[in-house]
């Protein structure tokens, strides 16, 4: 399964929407409950499924899933 699926997984977990669809282009702006409260939610579950730690810098910043797929990417680069 590609990272873009999995993310779409913990997207629908996260914001309890079986119907959401995210693409790299998804912002905060477009998923309603995206606030601070459940951006954490999803930096934490994204952490446990790839086996990552986000930096505070990498939190903050994110502003799209291609955000969060660019992250992850580095980081599994790295062989974390």
């Known amino acids: 399964m590609d990272r873009l699926c999995v993310l779409q997984d913990m997207f629908r977990q996260v914001f309890d929407d079986d ?24 930096v ?7 086996g990552i730690r986000f ?9 799209t899933v291609g955000d969060l797929l660019a992250s992850i990417e ?3 680069g790295r062989g974390e």
Do not use: C
């Open 74 to 76: 580095t980081h599994k």
């Open 19 to 42: 119907g959401l669809v995210v693409t790299k282009e998804t912002s905060r702006r477009d998923v309603a409950d995206w606030d601070s409260v459940a951006h954490v939610k999803l």
């Open 55 to 63: 930096s505070e810098d990498e939190v903050s910043s994110v502003q």
């Open 44 to 50: 934490l579950a994204l952490e446990e499924e790839f």
